[in-house]
């Protein structure tokens, strides 16, 4: 079982920096793929970037290549996206996400309750 919490989301300006974190709980986080989605309104949840338990692998999508990054601390229980040159676009609520398989990761077992991005022009 892995429990996750997210933390660091707030209003920024087009162009800016944020830095989300994700704590873990449970034994066997460092054995699972984690990630973020998003969610804007009115729009379906969808896949932003994941890193491979060991981190030597990441995955993103094609709209956050060259802007975000993410990183893990598996002695702390911690992922971290680090979302610079932001856009009004990538305005949505974030959800950090873990499951035991890269394959299966689109469909994460675990869900953390969401962080808002909000991003002003």
């Known amino acids: 079982q892995v429990q996750l919490v997210e933390s660091g989301g707030g209003l920024v300006q087009a162009g800016g920096s944020l830095r989300l974190s994700c704590a873990a709980s449970g034994r066997t986080f460092s054995r699972h793929v984690m990630g973020w989605f998003r969610q804007a309104p009115g729009k379906d949840r969808e896949f932003v970037i994941a890193i491979s338990w060991s981190g030597a692998s990441t995955y993103y999508a094609e709209s956050v290549k060259g802007r975000f990054t993410i990183s893990r601390d598996n002695a702390k229980n911690t992922v971290y996206l680090q979302m610079n040159s932001l856009k009004p676009e990538d305005t949505a609520v974030y959800y950090c996400?873990?499951?035991?398989?890269?394959?299966?990761?689109?469909?994460?077992?675990?869900w953390g309750q969401g962080t808002q991005v909000t991003v002003s022009s």
């Open positions: 996400a873990a499951d035991p398989e890269v394959r299966t990761f689109l469909q994460a077992t675990y």
